[in-house]
């Protein structure tokens, strides 16, 4: 196989994607623009839309080769809202200024996607016997929304249709100041909750006449908050929970209210489970407001990826293309890894993430050429050519 395109960098693919106005959950042809650029490279490409309504979802899975082994790379082409007035170029412009693209999703994670794609083709470019194994891209277009019907979705059409890979790798930003500062190989947990107790409305002067739902729930949370959850572990961070919101409504003085609530996220480590820490919460309510509502979600579980060959491969690869040693780290927030880690070994590398979410998000050119490079070694790493020799 050979690439189809003029070689040309990943520039010009991340341009086209962040043009794009994919705000979660829109598309608006974004990975149409990357389908386009896969076929021509030889990838199957599946398009595979789930949700209903307001919830469908757009998603895309591609695949070049069949054998073994299987590397997957998984990224989303949505992304959060442009924000407040303020952008020195417009946000869906991919405009480049003095050597820097900028642009929603520059860097959260359109850049790494074009990267990713940019490391294939020069992969498939250069002459000599094809690689053994198998390269694809899993893609949703959910992974800055709920993720109801985004990748946890395409993985379970990928296990049906055979199509889980040895081990994938996540292009999330990973680096908090230069590239191969980080590789994620695990995320905490995260839990959400809601809390709502009901007691009977009075005047604040006969409280024998009402039941105020307020001291229950203060005392409720002064429980789960006193204690820490744990001190962390060797590979995890300690366990938090913070608690987000107390409302109440009640606008007169004088006046104990009718009903009180709260809601509280806990990220946690692998010393817990969300069904744990659920029966935490549960007994809780139990011994301070035992008629409150609890609506818990459990948006993900603890995991981590231990040493293998996928993790090993990424790092000399970081070592080969940079000189740096990039450390192991489970920090941070969730990521859609978490849904990816029941099937295979996965970890994450991408761009450096200072400017996500915010106004410019932005990324150097001299950054996203190295990335494809490092994703090139990982490549040829992992997928060495046929004849047995490393490029």
């Known amino acids: 196989m050979s690439a189809q395109r003029p070689l040309s960098g990943p520039l010009p693919l991340a341009q086209a994607l962040i043009r794009c106005a994919s705000v979660t959950p829109a598309d608006d042809g974004a990975q149409a623009v990357l389908a386009d650029v896969l076929r021509r490279l030889g990838f199957a490409v ?9 919830e469908r979802t757009s998603n895309l899975f591609a695949r070049l080769g069949t054998g073994a ?11 959060v809202p442009p924000g407040e007035a303020g952008w020195r170029v417009p946000p869906f412009g991919g405009a480049v200024v003095d050597g820097v693209l900028y642009g929603r999703g520059a860097c959260d994670m359109k850049g790494a996607i074009a990267a990713f794609v940019d490391a294939v083709e020069r992969r498939l470019a250069r002459p000599g016997p094809p690689s053994v194994g198998s390269i694809s891209l899993l893609v949703t277009g959910d992974e800055e929304g709920p993720a109801l019907h985004g990748t946890r979705r395409v993985l379970e059409w990928m296990a049906a249709n055979d199509h889980l890979p040895d081990f994938c790798l996540v292009g999330e930003p990973t680096n908090p100041h230069r590239l191969g500062d980080v590789i994620k190989t695990g995320r905490r947990g995260s839990l959400n909750a809601h809390l709502v107790v009901r007691g009977v409305q009075g005047h604040v002067a006969y409280p024998q006449h009402a039941d105020n739902p307020v001291h229950r729930l203060l005392s409720l949370l002064a429980e789960l908050t006193a204690t820490p959850l744990d001190e962390g572990t060797p590979f995890f961070e300690p366990s938090g929970l913070q608690v987000t919101s107390i409302d109440v409504g009640n606008p007169a003085g004088n006046v104990i209210p009718g009903r009180a609530e709260a809601r509280l996220n806990i990220r946690f480590n692998d010393r817990h489970t969300g069904e744990s820490l659920s029966g935490l919460l549960r007994a809780a309510c139990a011994r301070h407001a035992p008629d409150a509502e609890l609506d818990i979600r459990i948006a993900g579980e603890a995991f981590r990826t231990g040493p293998g060959p996928g993790v090993a491969a990424l790092q000399a690869a970081i070592r080969a293309r940079t000189g740096r040693e990039a450390s192991l780290d489970t920090g941070g927030g969730t990521s859609d890894a978490r849904f990816i880690a029941p099937f295979c070994a996965v970890a994450e590398f991408g761009l450096v993430g200072r400017s996500m979410h ?14 494809s490079e490092i994703y090139g070694d990982l490549l040829d790493r992992l997928l060495p050519q046929a004849d047995g020799a490393s490029p």
């Open 69 to 79: 082994p299987h590397l997957c790379f998984a990224g989303h082409t949505d992304v």
């Open 358 to 371: 915010k106004i410019d998000e932005n990324v150097p050119v001299a950054d996203l050429d190295l990335l």
């Open 46 to 54: 599946f398009f595979l839309p789930f949700g209903d309504g307001a």
